[in-house]
T-cell receptor
Framework: AQSVTQLGSHVSVSEGALVLLRCNYSSSVPPYLFWYVQYPNQGLQLLLKYTSAATLVKGINGFEAEFKKSETSFHLTKPSAHMSDAAEYFCAVSGGYNKLIFGAGTRLAVHP | GAVVSQHPSWVICKSGTSVKIECRSLDFQATTMFWYRQFPKQSLMLMATSNEGSKATYEQGVEKDKFLINHASLTLSTLTVTSAHPEDSSFYIC??????????????FGPGTRLTVL
């Protein structure tokens, strides 16, 4: 069975600082992994996805994530945080029957 | 990217009434749509998988008679909350699966519907 663990329910960074949001997965088959962002009272927007091609995946808004099989990780990074990056971020793994298994989410706060 | 819409964006209803929420894929055909429920400051909980032309598949613990799902076309799925009660108040989000990505099909999410039952 697939599962996702997001370490840190809240992350706070200064504007311009590195953003690192952690995601570890468990999967019995080669996983497909996703990062979504959710702004208040809105649905989820796809940031990027890993589909077993390149291990370093670049997404929208300057975000990227690296798939590390040995560490079962898919951490999300951005070199320089903007105020507009403040949101809830969800890591997800594709389970059976095309279902998505979501992590608990990480709320990112960006301070001036 | 693919666009999914939901209607209404918010609804307030009296206890005992039924509420219908629509989910549409605007620029692609979605054979599969998903309905999620999200409580404040929590993750998404999958309620059911909606398959075009067939019955929905409900997750364990979700009452199929209370949450009626219809997927009559490749671009529209509806969720009807029947005999709504205050505990049904929540944020309901749908997603539509874009079938062109092979096994790595991406789910595109609607903007959500805030349901408040008085």
């Amino acid at each position: 069975a697939q599962s996702v663990t997001q370490l840190g329910s809240h992350v706070s960074v200064s504007e311009g600082a590195l953003v690192l949001l952690r995601c570890n997965y468990s999967s019995s088959v080669p996983p497909y992994l996703f990062w979504y962002v959710q702004y208040p009272n809105q649905g989820l927007q796809l940031l990027l996805k890993y589909t077993s091609a390149a291990t370093l995946v670049k997404g929208i808004n300057g975000f990227e994530a690296e798939f590390k099989k040995s560490e079962t990780s898919f951490h999300l990074t951005k070199p320089s945080a903007h105020m507009s990056d403040a949101a809830e971020y969800f890591c997800a793994v594709s389970g059976g029957y095309n279902k998505l298994i979501f992590g608990a989410g990480t709320r990112l706060a960006v301070h001036p | 990217g693919a666009v999914v819409s939901q209607h209404p964006s918010w609804v307030i209803c009296k206890s005992g009434t039924s509420v219908k929420i629509e989910c549409r894929s605007l620029d692609f055909q979605a054979t599969t749509m998903f309905w999620y429920r999200q409580f404040p400051k929590q993750s998404l909980m999958l309620m059911a998988t909606s398959n075009e032309g067939s019955k929905a598949t409900y997750e364990q613990g979700v009452e199929k008679d209370k949450f009626l799902i219809n997927h009559a076309s490749l671009t529209l799925s509806t969720l009807t909350v029947t005999s709504a009660h205050p505990e049904d108040s929540s944020f309901y989000i749908c997603s539509a699966r874009d079938p062109t990505g092979g096994q790595a099909d991406t789910q595109y999410f609607g903007p959500g519907t805030r349901l408040t039952v008085l």
